[in-house]
């Protein structure tokens, strides 16, 4: 009747086992109580003693169905011990067949055929709903065979009809029938419920997995930020052997800043020099930087805005003591100032100062001096803060001067250090939109050394570069402080006049016309005394163009037309007509 599967192991699921043993435990109840109410019934209907031969055959079937019932809850009961799935169904057949055989022996057993389907539930439930038709057929055939042969074992039997047969045969195919269609309606929601429960399963692995890998990265986070901490740790215990207050650290902080933002010296050293004032509270606070030659202090920022004060301390800035202090790179601290001890403190109301050197990589760069107008304003505290502070300054010192080095050489000609042609047109550009905004004149001369091939060709062009950076040195030393003097390409140069129409330009042509006639070339220990000759052109905005293009084109042009007129000369531009 089943199909012959391989001895595999049913592991039902801890709410299952539970299912079954209370659908064992309601059928224990539930017969008892049956067969209780068919003895009171008998008894009812009879009124005479109850059929002995019954009672014996249904206690021994209700002990057989306890039996089976127990060794199937002991099963499930032992964890270690898997049931196989014959002995499982066999166990589940016997408990049916005692119950049919039982119901077979009431008075009315049919009418409780309905019991018989519970213990089918749970088949059911665990598996495929096909899986429950075998056991709708056995049902059927015990019960067939529970009116065939109960009767016959309690001595009731009676005569058997056509219409009897009829009439039951007809009661047991509706009854199955009915339970097929209600076990295929369940046996639709088991597997329903089953998949979902399957998707709920891989839903929660996949949360486990998630969740293991959230922990998994907690773990990582926990350990980076106990790193974290242990790093931070270390760092507090350097900024405080750094810093001991905060005025240290928002000092650092605003100096670290105008290292990495302000590359303008003067803006630099202004803008350190107030945050030195407002952070140490103090009455003046001054930077001096040497000189070039590395021989003399310079005043290069100071807060002291009276114009005596200041004076005197900028005459005396190279007091012997600062001085002294300087060279020695060692702080200079005096809380009892006596005038007549320092020349920068005479005719100032200065009782207390502190000095201290600039000095980075064994290089002296100036000195930082902040002054007070009480006694003894100065202690250990403020001399490690203005240690620190120095550092600070010196290291935006040398960052501010090797970026204006880079500066100028990005924007210088290597040969004649005079700036390039990209420069010069950068400034040119700005030059002409200020023009235009405030209404003044802006004048450009481009010239070239006369014949310079044959220089080149009769003397070498060593001799050539000589010639060239001569002319360049003598016209930059030869022109305003704000022109600018830029070699345009090859031995052409231009220079840049602000603020000058063409009749100051066409003067001051020709005035650097005539000396650089003069000029005397030396190369390799050789004078030579021949003359070097230039053409000029000379154009003007706005008279001569309206932009940058039309003011070079002209003197441009104004250039070419010196070099035809003979060279050695200076001719002025002209309006451009439009082609």
């Not at 067949?97 to 519970?118: A, D, N």
Request: hydrophobic share 40%.
């Amino acid at each position: 009747m089943f199909k012959r599967r391989p001895a595999t192991h049913i592991n039902l699921p801890v709410e299952l086992k539970g299912s079954e043993k209370v659908i064992i435990y309601f059928m224990w109840a539930i017969m008892l109580i049956l067969l209780l109410s068919d003895a009171y019934l008998e008894y009812s209907v009879n009124q005479v003693l109850i059929n002995y031969r019954k009672i014996i055959l249904q206690v021994i079937l209700y002990i057989l169905l306890v039996l089976s019932s127990l060794l199937k809850v002991s099963k499930l009961n032992n964890d270690t011990l898997s049931t196989t799935r014959n002995f499982y169904i066999f166990l589940k057949l016997l408990g049916i067949l005692f119950s049919c055989l039982i119901l077979g022996t009431f008075r009315y057993g049919f009418i409780y055929y309905f019991i018989l389907v519970i213990p089918i539930i749970s088949v059911c439930i665990t598996t495929d709903t096909k899986e429950v038709t075998p056991f709708l057929l056995f049902t059927l055939v015990a019960q067939v065979f529970s009116t065939l042969i109960v009767p016959i074992l309690i001595g009731t039997k009676k005569p058997i009809t056509i219409n009897g047969i009829i009439i039951y045969a007809s009661f047991l195919v509706t009854l199955h029938l009915t339970f097929v269609i209600l076990f295929t309606i369940l046996g639709f929601y088991s597997n329903l419920n089953m998949q979902r429960e399957h998707e709920n399963q891989k839903l929660v692995s996949k949360l486990r997995y998630k969740y293991a890998q959230l922990e998994e990265s907690k773990n990582e986070k926990l350990e980076q930020f106990d790193k974290l901490k242990e790093v931070n740790l270390q760092l507090e215990k350097a900024n405080s052997k750094l810093s001991s207050s905060l005025a240290e650290l928002f000092t650092l902080q605003k100096i670290s800043q105008a290292i990495s933002s302000i590359f303008d010296m003067n803006e630099l050293l202004k803008f350190i020099n107030d945050v030195v004032i407002g952070v140490m509270g103090v009455t003046s606070s001054s930077i001096a930087l040497y000189n070039s030659t590395g021989d003399r202090l310079k005043m290069q920022v100071t807060s002291i805005y009276d114009t005596r004060e200041r004076a005197i301390l900028s005459d005396n800035i190279n007091s012997p003591a600062l001085m002294e202090a300087t060279d020695e790179c060692r702080i200079l601290i005096d809380n009892d100032v006596n005038p007549n001890n320092y020349d920068f403190t005479k005719g100032r109301n200065v009782k207390s100062f502190l000095c201290a050197p600039l000095q980075l990589k064994g290089k002296t760069h100036g000195l930082v001096l902040i002054e007070h107008s009480i006694p003894n304003a100065f202690d250990d505290a403020n001399v490690k803060l203005l240690e620190i502070i120095t550092q600070q300054v010196s290291i935006a010192i040398e960052n501010a001067r090797l970026y204006e080095q880079l500066h100028e050489h990005a924007n210088t000609d290597g040969l004649t250090q005079v700036y390039n042609r990209v420069y010069f047109q950068t400034r040119l550009r700005e030059e002409l939109c200020n023009a235009k905004e405030n209404g003044y004149e802006v004048s450009v001369i481009i010239y070239d050394i006369d014949n310079f091939k044959d220089y080149n060709d009769t003397y070498g062009h060593l001799f050539g570069d000589e010639v060239l950076k001569s002319m360049a040195t003598t016209v930059k030393e030869s022109v305003r402080k704000d022109d600018v003097v830029a070699r345009f390409g090859g031995e052409e140069f231009i220079i840049l006049f602000s603020r000058t129409g063409e009749d100051v330009a066409y003067q001051k042509a020709e005035e650097l016309r005539k000396k650089l006639s003069n000029i005397t070339v030396n190369c390799k220990d050789n004078i030579i005394s021949r003359p070097v000759t230039v053409s000029m052109g000379v154009s003007t905005f706005p008279k001569f163009a309206e932009n940058e293009f039309e003011l070079i084109d002209s003197a441009d042009q104004a250039l070419y037309e010196a070099k035809r007129r003979g060279k050695n000369c200076v001719v002025l531009g002209h309006k451009q007509l439009p082609n």
